[in-house]
């Protein structure tokens, strides 16, 4: 009898013990909830301090939450960030004005950067640029739909990219052509481009300005080629594997921005052939035709002052 008292007293000391340690746990928990609470609440707070500190749409958010909370703040940071620009000239009338890159997205996209060219009137969203042959242009349809490159270099954004940026509104194309004496021609058209089912087809719309005679093809609609997707005018050829890269091709003569880029000229005349040229300007075959540097740009066709207003009118409550 005096054994069972006994084990019964161990026992119930053990179940006090227990309960105290559970009333510890329980204490624990609460302030533990207590101080998540207090975090969630400052959180706010802290990360609108970063945003009036951080440059306006820069894409490097400093991120300088504990290491417990990492993952869940960050996600909130990326909430409550600023929503992004849909373009370079967004950019521009929100006051920046400085060249270089920028993360931008389109409504429907995901975020991507891209290269801002500011100017005295606006921002150019650069969709194509060559300018030491440091890249391969003769590449395949996938290549050219997601882009490829350095967008501090040679590069080609890409045809998704670009048709998320012109789908919802009228964008003028810029195509600036440089050749090896310096000298420099432009020009600049209304355009429009379609969606992938389309071949992502550019229609021109009209010449805007510059000096450049038109040779991309007498504002038709061309599909877009690559010398695994043959989608050119040309019944008998494919343009992009004769020429070598992917463009809008109509009947493979008359302009390649996309071709190869040479620093001396081939001996042989379908090595020619290949080269980046826009026929209006310097030819095809000669020995001066072969271009230096190339750039494309985007720019909303609404003037600066006129998507300014534009902007006001749409935050406006009534």
């Not at 001996?267 to 040229?277: A, D, L, T």
Request: net charge neutral; aromatic share 10%.
């Amino acid at each position: 009898m005096a054994l069972m008292d006994a084990q019964n007293t161990r026992i119930e000391a053990l179940l006090q013990k227990t309960k105290q340690q559970q009333y510890k746990l329980d204490k624990q928990s609460l302030q533990i909830k207590s101080l998540q609470s207090k975090v969630n609440l400052l959180i706010p707070f802290h990360l609108k301090d970063n945003k009036t500190q951080s440059p306006k749409w820069r894409i490097n958010l400093k991120k300088s939450f504990s290491h417990a909370n990492q993952s869940q703040n960050a996600s909130m940071e990326s909430a409550q960030t600023q929503r992004l620009p849909v373009d370079c000239q967004q950019l521009f009338l929100e006051g920046e004005r400085s060249s270089g890159l920028f993360q931008i997205q389109p409504p429907g996209a995901q975020p991507f950067k891209v290269h801002c060219d500011m100017t005295a009137e606006g921002a150019w969203t650069v969709i194509q640029r060559r300018v030491d042959g440091s890249v391969d242009f003769d590449q395949l349809w996938e290549a050219y739909k997601n882009g490829f490159g350095d967008l501090n270099g040679d590069f080609w954004l890409g045809l998704e990219k670009i048709y998320s940026i012109v789908q919802n509104r009228r964008y003028n194309l810029l195509i600036e052509l440089e050749d090896w004496e310096g000298e420099k021609q432009l020009i600049q058209f209304l355009f429009s481009l379609g969606e992938e089912n389309t071949a992502y087809t550019l229609s021109l719309l009209g010449p805007v300005s510059g000096e450049l005679e038109n040779a991309v093809g007498d504002f038709r609609q061309l599909p877009f080629s690559t010398r695994d997707q043959d989608h050119d005018l040309k019944a008998d050829t494919n343009c992009a594997k004769h020429l070598s890269g992917g463009w809008w091709f109509s009947s493979c003569g008359h302009a390649n921005l996309n071709g190869k880029y040479f620093r001396s000229i081939p001996r042989q005349r379908h090595e020619r052939k290949q080269g980046i040229f826009w026929k209006t300007w310097k030819g095809r075959l000669d020995q001066s035709y072969f271009l230096w540097s190339t750039d494309a740009g985007l720019m909303s066709s609404l003037s600066p002052c006129t998507e300014a207003r534009k902007r006001e009118g749409s935050q406006d409550p009534h």
